[in-house]
């Protein structure tokens, strides 16, 4: 009866000390940011020349200028990531080796006001990914 009364005890305490976890975009409201269009580059030399569109409009509760952020991975190894401020189109890469594989994930970035310490600041789009 010991034993029984301990077994309950522990799957009693695993069920009300389990964390129930929200995915990251059910914690961010409002609307989401549309991603990059017509992501592609160009290679000269030792340097990769990224170009892409932003989205033609934004939600309203966006704040100008938008930021992109770059997520870089080289021979499928994160080699970190770098963001651009004041709506960039374009990012250029040194130094490429024509021996390894990159692959850069482009997400657009937007920061809304917010004064609720609970919820994010920023919003990102979906990522656009190119693979040299």
Not at 25 to 32: Q, V
Not at 89 to 101: D, F, G, I, N, Q
């Amino acid at each position: 009866m010991k034993t029984y009364n301990a077994y309950f005890i522990i799957v009693i305490l695993f069920i009300f000390s389990g964390c129930y976890q929200d995915e990251i975009i059910d914690s961010k409201p409002g609307e989401g940011l549309a991603p990059v269009n017509n992501l592609d580059y160009t290679i000269s030399g030792d340097q990769v020349d990224l170009h892409w569109e932003l989205p033609t409009t934004f939600p309203d509760d966006i704040l100008s200028p938008v930021s992109v952020r770059i997520t870089i991975f080289i021979d499928g190894q994160n080699n970190g990531s770098v963001v651009l401020e004041e709506a960039p189109r374009s990012y250029l890469y040194a130094p490429y080796e024509a021996s390894k594989e990159y692959k850069f994930t482009v997400k657009v970035m937007g920061r809304v006001d917010t004064s609720d310490p609970y919820f994010s600041n920023l919003r990102y789009s979906p990522g656009k990914t190119v693979v040299i």
